[in-house]
């Protein structure tokens, strides 16, 4: 079983910059894919970055750019470094956590809201 907690948001002016941690707890096995989707009311969850253990990386074109994942294997978290953000990119953050990049994780946390004011 795998526990993940996202701590990091809150509210910004455009232009700003917010930085997202996803602690995780449970076998390194099942997270060997670590990423981060977003929700904006009304809007279906997407994608926003993802990280494998080795480190590839791969990015929604709307954040190329901008935003930056990364990854502590050893601390067993995730970061996700948000710059330029645009009110577009206001949302609700889960981290996620699998084992495989063939599918979503079966691992979510609670979400961290982010907020960017114009």
């Known amino acids: 079983q795998v526990q993940l907690v996202e701590s990091g948001g809150g509210l910004v002016q455009a232009g700003g910059s917010l930085r997202l941690s996803c602690a995780a707890s449970?076998?390194?096995?099942?997270?060997?894919?670590m990423g981060w989707y977003r929700q904006a009311p009304g809007k279906q969850r997407e994608l926003v970055a993802q990280?494998?253990?080795?480190?590839?990386?791969e990015y929604a074109d709307s954040v190329k750019g901008r935003f930056t994942i990364s990854r502590d294997n050893a601390e067993k978290t995730a970061y996700l470094q948000m710059n330029s953000l645009k009110p577009e990119d206001t949302a609700v953050y889960y981290c996620?956590?699998?084992?495989?990049?063939?599918?979503?994780?079966?691992?979510w946390g609670q979400g961290t809201q982010v907020t960017v004011s114009s």
């Open positions: 449970g076998s390194i096995y099942s997270m060997q894919v």
């Open positions: 990280i494998a253990y080795g480190g590839s990386t």
């Open positions: 996620n956590a699998g084992p495989s990049r063939l599918a979503v994780g079966p691992y």
